[in-house]
């Protein structure tokens, strides 16, 4: 079960710090990953972090947001700054196994609002 916490409304400029718990699963055998997506468009990646701290960013994301995970707390995090109206979206947080590649988990998705 992935758990993610901590969206809202935010102006431009502003920040926000997204968590996800996640429980039931070998937390350390999962490659974590945000994905978002705003009304009328279709999921995309924001960033994701292997169990050894290797991440990845999609291109728009770069330098503005960063992934984090602590495996002592079974939990992913995404601290977002500079927030534009186009982050505007439901992010999701997402699991996958490192080995079982089939094995993926969703969240249920929290609300981020930019706007002023």
């Known amino acids: 079960q992935l758990v993610e916490s901590g969206g809202g409304l935010v102006q431009p400029g502003g920040s926000l710090r997204l968590s996800c718990a996640a429980s039931?699963?070998?937390?350390?055998?999962?490659?974590m990953g945000w994905y978002r997506q705003a009304p009328g468009k279709e999921r995309e990646l924001v960033a994701t972090?292997?169990?050894?701290?290797?991440?990845n960013y999609a291109d728009s994301m770069k330098g503005r947001f960063t992934i984090s995970r602590d495996n002592a707390k079974n939990t992913v995090y995404l601290q977002m700054n500079s927030l534009r109206l186009e982050d505007t979206a439901v992010y999701y947080c997402?699991?996958?196994?490192?080995?079982?590649?089939?094995?993926?988990?969703w969240g249920q998705g929290t609300q981020v609002t930019v706007s002023s």
């Open positions: 972090i292997r169990g050894g701290g290797i991440t």
């Open positions: 039931g699963i070998m937390f350390s055998n999962y490659a």
């Open positions: 997402n699991a996958r196994h490192i080995i079982a590649s089939m094995l993926v988990y």
